[in-house]
C-alpha cells in the first residue's frame, strides 16, 4: 500500500432542452469546446459545444456544479462546517480554477473529496483542491470504491496492451488535430482535454457495495454503481434530495457501451441495473460527471428513465436479432439508431457513444468474432484477397475511376469502402490514398460523434503521409519524456507481470532461466521464469534461480524498456548480480522493445 500512496497519475474519455439549473454565470471569456459554426462542422456537433460553457450551476443554496473547466465536472457540497468534493477534475491547474470560482461561494474548508470512479479526468485534479499533508493529517478525508487503486494499475498505459491502446485513443480523442473547424471541436462529453499537471491523492476510506456517512452535517450515501467502469460510486443526499449520478449518465450524450480505442464491452444490462437503482431515490436534482445538471423532480426521473430504456433497448434489439442468426453487418443495418421517442431525448444524441459500434461489440461480447461462415474460419490472407477483388473488380485504374465518380457524387463511404482494397494491395499507391483520405475527411466533417470525426480526421492524416505529431497541447504534455519516465506509475510487480507479452517467443523457445529483481528501494522481492517461450512471473522468488538483479524501481524501468543493459547498470553502480551473470545480461534481451508509435498503422495496411 505505500507504493500506492505514492501514486501520482501521468496519464490518460444531444443537445437537448435545458433543464431548470440555476447558473451563477461564473464563466471565462472563451469556450475550451470549439463552438463556432462552420461548414466542416456538423451543426449539431457546434450546438453540443454551447452546452459545455464554463460556468458554476446552482442545484440548491448548497450544491454547486463547476461544468466546463475540464472535460469532467466537479461538483461542490457545502456543509454546516465545511465542504465536500465530489470529483477533481483532470489537472491541478483546473481544480484550482474550479475551487477559485467555489471560494466565491464559501470559504469553509474542504472535509472530504469522493472519488466517482478512476478515470484521470474525475482524479487528476486533486492536489489542486488540499495537499498530501492535509489528508495525511486527517483534515480531509477521501472516499471511493475499494477497487479504484486496482482500476488505476490495471488501466495504466503501461500495462500489457500500452502499444496499441495508446495510438487508438491518439486517434479517437484527436491528440494529432488542432482545435477547430477541421479538427477538434469537442470531446463528446466535455470539452477538449485540458493540459496540466495531474496529481491523485489516494482514497483514505473505501466501500465495497454502499456506505453511509455524515460529513460536515451532511449526510451521504456513497453506492456501488457499476457502468461506465466497475467500481464507480454514485452519491445520494438525502436531506438535500440531490443524487450525483457520477458517469451512470456519461453526459449528454448516448453512452460508450463500447470505446473506439479499444477495451472491454461495458456490461449493458449491468449499466441500465444500476441506473434502475439511482431511479428509486426520490431526487429532486442530479449533478451529473459530464455535462450540465438536471433540476425537478419529473426531468430527473425522466432523464434517467430515458437513458435506462435506450440502453436497454439496444441490447434488446441487437440479442433479437442476433436469435435471428444476424451477423454484425447485418445487425447494425437493423439495429441501426434508436426509436425517435429516444433519439430526439436530451442526453440521448450520438455525440460520444454511438448505437453502430455498440451493436458491434454485443454481438462480440456474446459470440466472439466468428459469424458462422466457415470461409472465415481459414480465410486467403487479406493482402492476397485484396489483390484478387481488385483484380475481379477490373483492375486498380478501373476501381479508382469509380472512386473518383463516387467521390464527385459524394458517395464518401463508396468511395473508402472500394479504395480500401486497391491500398491494401499496394499501401505505396498515394493517388488511392489521397482519394480514401478525401472521403474520410468529408465523412468526418459530418459526424455528430466526436469520437467519429477525430478517427476520420485522424486516418485521413495517416493516409496522405503526414506526420502524425501531438496538436493537443494535452497530449504533447503527457506523453512527454522518455519510456521508462512513463512506467514510473506502474508498480514493480505489476510491470514485471506485463513483460510476458513481450516475450520473443521464438528467441526463446529453447531457454529455460529464472531471474529474480531484489528492489533495495521497497524491500521486495520477485522473480520472472523464462520457460521456452512463455514468461512466467513469481510474487515470490522460487526455490530454483538463476541470477539476482539488485537495484532500485527507477533502474529497472530503464531495463524493461532497454534505455540500458544489466551490464551497463552493473559497471555503473546501479545494479548487482548475484549467480549466473551471464543470464542475467542475456535475460532483457529475450524481450520486445516497446513497439514505436511510428511502426503502428492503424488505416494504411
Same mark, same amino acid.
Given at each position: /500500500?505505500?507504493?500506492?500512496?505514492?501514486?501520482?497519475?501521468?496519464?490518460?474519455?444531444?443537445? %437537448?432542452?435545458?433543464?431548470?439549473?440555476?447558473?451563477?454565470?461564473?464563466?471565462?471569456?472563451?469556450?475550451?469546446?470549439?463552438?463556432?459554426?462552420?461548414?466542416?462542422?456538423?451543426?449539431?456537433?457546434?450546438?453540443?459545444?454551447?452546452? /459545455?460553457?464554463?460556468?458554476?450551476?446552482?442545484?440548491?443554496?448548497?450544491? =454547486?456544479?463547476?461544468?466546463?473547466?475540464?472535460?469532467?465536472?466537479?461538483?461542490?457540497?457545502?456543509?454546516?462546517?465545511?465542504?465536500?468534493?465530489?470529483?477533481?477534475?483532470q489537472t491541478v491547474e483546473s481544480a484550482k480554477t474550479a475551487l477559485a470560482e467555489f471560494r466565491k461561494i464559501t470559504d469553509k474548508p474542504i472535509k472530504a473529496i469522493i472519488y466517482t470512479h478512476h478515470h484521470s479526468d474525475h482524479?487528476?485534479?486533486?492536489?489542486?483542491?488540499?495537499?498530501?499533508?492535509?489528508?495525511?493529517?486527517?483534515?480531509?478525508?477521501?472516499?471511493?470504491?475499494?477497487?479504484?487503486?486496482?482500476?488505476?494499475?490495471?488501466?495504466?498505459?503501461?500495462?500489457?496492451?500500452?502499444?496499441?491502446?495508446?495510438?487508438?485513443?491518439? *486517434?479517437?480523442?484527436?491528440?494529432?488535430?488542432?482545435?477547430?473547424?477541421?479538427? @477538434?471541436?469537442?470531446?463528446?462529453?466535455?470539452?477538449?482535454?485540458?493540459?496540466?499537471?495531474?496529481?491523485?491523492?489516494?482514497?483514505?476510506?473505501?466501500?465495497?457495495?454502499?456506505?453511509?456517512?455524515?460529513?460536515?452535517?451532511?449526510?451521504?450515501?456513497?453506492? #456501488?454503481?457499476?457502468?461506465?467502469?466497475?467500481? /464507480?460510486?454514485?452519491?445520494?443526499?438525502?436531506?438535500?434530495?440531490?443524487?450525483?449520478?457520477?458517469?451512470?449518465?456519461?453526459?449528454?450524450?448516448?453512452?460508450?457501451?463500447?470505446?473506439?480505442? %479499444? %477495451?472491454?464491452?461495458?456490461?449493458?444490462? /449491468?449499466?441500465?441495473?444500476?441506473?434502475?437503482?439511482?431511479?428509486?431515490?426520490?431526487?429532486?436534482?442530479?449533478?451529473?460527471? +459530464?455535462?450540465?445538471?438536471?433540476?425537478?423532480?419529473?426531468?430527473?426521473?425522466?432523464?434517467?428513465?430515458?437513458?435506462?430504456?435506450?440502453?436497454?433497448?439496444?441490447?434488446?434489439?441487437?440479442?433479437? *436479432?442476433?436469435?435471428?442468426? *444476424?451477423?454484425?453487418?447485418?445487425?447494425?443495418?437493423?439495429?441501426?439508431?434508436?426509436?425517435? +421517442?429516444?433519439?430526439?431525448?436530451?442526453?440521448?444524441?450520438?455525440?460520444?457513444?454511438?448505437?453502430? #459500434?455498440?451493436?458491434?461489440?454485443? *454481438?462480440? $461480447? =456474446?459470440?466472439? !468474432?466468428?459469424?458462422?461462415?466457415?470461409?472465415?474460419?481459414?480465410?486467403?490472407?487479406?493482402?492476397?484477397?485484396?489483390?484478387?477483388?481488385?483484380?475481379?473488380?477490373?483492375?486498380?485504374?478501373?476501381?479508382?475511376?469509380?472512386?473518383?465518380?463516387?467521390?464527385?457524387?459524394?458517395? =464518401?463511404?463508396?468511395?473508402?469502402?472500394?479504395?480500401?482494397? @486497391?491500398?491494401?494491395?499496394?499501401?505505396?499507391?498515394?493517388?488511392?490514398?489521397?482519394?480514401?483520405?478525401?472521403?474520410?475527411?468529408? &465523412?468526418?466533417?459530418?459526424?455528430?460523434?466526436?469520437?467519429?470525426?477525430? !478517427?476520420?480526421?485522424? $486516418?485521413?492524416?495517416?493516409?496522405?503521409?503526414?506526420?502524425?505529431?501531438?496538436?493537443?497541447?494535452?497530449?504533447?504534455?503527457?506523453t512527454a519524456g522518455s519510456a521508462s519516465t512513463r512506467l514510473a506509475v506502474l508498480p514493480a510487480a505489476n510491470m514485471l507481470e506485463s513483460l510476458a507479452v513481450r516475450l520473443d517467443a521464438q528467441k526463446s523457445a529453447n531457454v529455460?532461466?529464472?531471474?529474480?529483481?531484489?528492489?533495495?528501494?521497497?524491500?521486495?522481492?520477485?522473480?520472472?521464469?523464462?520457460?521456452?517461450?512463455?514468461?512466467?512471473?513469481?510474487?515470490?522468488?522460487?526455490?530454483?534461480?538463476?541470477?539476482? &538483479?539488485?537495484?532500485?524501481?527507477?533502474? &529497472?524501468?530503464?531495463?524493461?524498456?532497454?534505455?540500458?543493459?544489466?551490464?551497463?547498470? @552493473?559497471?555503473?553502480?546501479?545494479?548487482?548480480?548475484?549467480?549466473?551473470?551471464?543470464?542475467?545480461?542475456?535475460?532483457? %534481451? =529475450?524481450?520486445?522493445?516497446?513497439?514505436?508509435?511510428?511502426?503502428?498503422?492503424?488505416?494504411?495496411?
Amino acid at each position: /500500500m505505500n507504493a500506492l500512496r505514492a501514486l501520482s497519475i501521468h496519464w490518460v474519455a444531444e443537445i %437537448g432542452v435545458f433543464l431548470g439549473t440555476f447558473s451563477l454565470g461564473i464563466a471565462r471569456a472563451e469556450n475550451l469546446a470549439y463552438d463556432k459554426p462552420a461548414p466542416s462542422i456538423n451543426p449539431r456537433l457546434t450546438a453540443h459545444s454551447r452546452t /459545455m460553457e464554463q460556468r458554476v450551476y446552482q442545484l440548491t443554496d448548497r450544491v =454547486y456544479v463547476a461544468v466546463g473547466f475540464d472535460v469532467a465536472n466537479s461538483t461542490m457540497v457545502i456543509g454546516e462546517d465545511g465542504i465536500i468534493i465530489i470529483d477533481t477534475l483532470q489537472t491541478v491547474e483546473s481544480a484550482k480554477t474550479a475551487l477559485a470560482e467555489f471560494r466565491k461561494i464559501t470559504d469553509k474548508p474542504i472535509k472530504a473529496i469522493i472519488y466517482t470512479h478512476h478515470h484521470s479526468d474525475h482524479i487528476g485534479g486533486a492536489k489542486g483542491f488540499t495537499t498530501d499533508e492535509d489528508v495525511k493529517a486527517g483534515k480531509v478525508a477521501i472516499y471511493a470504491h475499494k477497487d479504484l487503486l486496482s482500476q488505476i494499475i490495471s488501466r495504466a498505459p503501461n500495462g500489457m496492451m500500452t502499444d496499441i491502446v495508446m495510438p487508438r485513443s491518439h *486517434y479517437a480523442l484527436g491528440a494529432y488535430l488542432p482545435t477547430g473547424p477541421e479538427g @477538434v471541436v469537442n470531446n463528446g462529453v466535455g470539452p477538449v482535454l485540458v493540459a496540466g499537471v495531474t496529481a491523485f491523492i489516494p482514497p483514505t476510506q473505501t466501500f465495497t457495495d454502499t456506505l453511509e456517512l455524515t460529513v460536515a452535517g451532511i449526510r451521504l450515501q456513497l453506492l #456501488h454503481s457499476p457502468s461506465e467502469t466497475n467500481e /464507480m460510486t454514485t452519491v445520494w443526499m438525502p436531506d438535500l434530495k440531490v443524487l450525483h449520478s457520477g458517469e451512470v449518465l456519461q453526459g449528454e450524450s448516448f453512452p460508450n457501451l463500447y470505446t473506439l480505442r %479499444g %477495451g472491454e464491452l461495458r456490461d449493458p444490462i /449491468m449499466w441500465y441495473k444500476s441506473v434502475d437503482r439511482l431511479r428509486e431515490f426520490p431526487a429532486e436534482s442530479l449533478a451529473p460527471g +459530464h455535462g450540465r445538471p438536471i433540476v425537478g423532480a419529473d426531468a430527473v426521473a425522466t432523464t434517467l428513465t430515458n437513458y435506462r430504456d435506450a440502453i436497454q433497448y439496444v441490447h434488446d434489439q441487437t440479442v433479437r *436479432y442476433i436469435n435471428k442468426g *444476424y451477423t454484425p453487418d447485418e445487425l447494425v443495418a437493423v439495429v441501426s439508431e434508436l426509436p425517435p +421517442h429516444l433519439r430526439d431525448q436530451p442526453w440521448l444524441g450520438e455525440f460520444y457513444g454511438a448505437v453502430k #459500434h455498440a451493436v458491434r461489440q454485443i *454481438y462480440v $461480447s =456474446y459470440f466472439g !468474432w466468428f459469424t458462422g461462415d466457415p470461409t472465415t474460419l481459414d480465410p486467403v490472407p487479406s493482402v492476397e484477397r485484396a489483390k484478387r477483388y481488385v483484380a475481379l473488380m477490373g483492375g486498380r485504374q478501373h476501381v479508382v475511376s469509380e472512386a473518383q465518380r463516387a467521390l464527385k457524387a459524394k458517395d =464518401y463511404r463508396w468511395v473508402a469502402d472500394i479504395l480500401t482494397g @486497391v491500398i491494401r494491395a499496394n499501401t505505396a499507391d498515394m493517388e488511392a490514398r489521397r482519394l480514401k483520405a478525401e472521403a474520410l475527411r468529408q &465523412l468526418g466533417f459530418q459526424q455528430t460523434s466526436a469520437n467519429y470525426r477525430n !478517427w476520420y480526421l485522424t $486516418s485521413a492524416l495517416e493516409l496522405e503521409g503526414k506526420p502524425l505529431e501531438f496538436a493537443q497541447p494535452f497530449w504533447r504534455m503527457h506523453t512527454a519524456g522518455s519510456a521508462s519516465t512513463r512506467l514510473a506509475v506502474l508498480p514493480a510487480a505489476n510491470m514485471l507481470e506485463s513483460l510476458a507479452v513481450r516475450l520473443d517467443a521464438q528467441k526463446s523457445a529453447n531457454v529455460h532461466q529464472t531471474m529474480a529483481f531484489n528492489l533495495s528501494d521497497s524491500g521486495k522481492t520477485y522473480a520472472v521464469e523464462i520457460r521456452r517461450g512463455i514468461a512466467q512471473f513469481h510474487s515470490q522468488a522460487p526455490q530454483q534461480i538463476d541470477s539476482t &538483479l539488485t537495484t532500485t524501481k527507477p533502474v &529497472l524501468d530503464r531495463l524493461v524498456v532497454h534505455e540500458i543493459t544489466v551490464g551497463k547498470a @552493473v559497471s555503473d553502480g546501479q545494479a548487482t548480480v548475484t549467480g549466473d551473470r551471464a543470464a542475467a545480461e542475456a535475460f532483457f %534481451g =529475450y524481450f520486445e522493445s516497446p513497439t514505436p508509435r511510428s511502426d503502428i498503422k492503424l488505416t494504411v495496411r
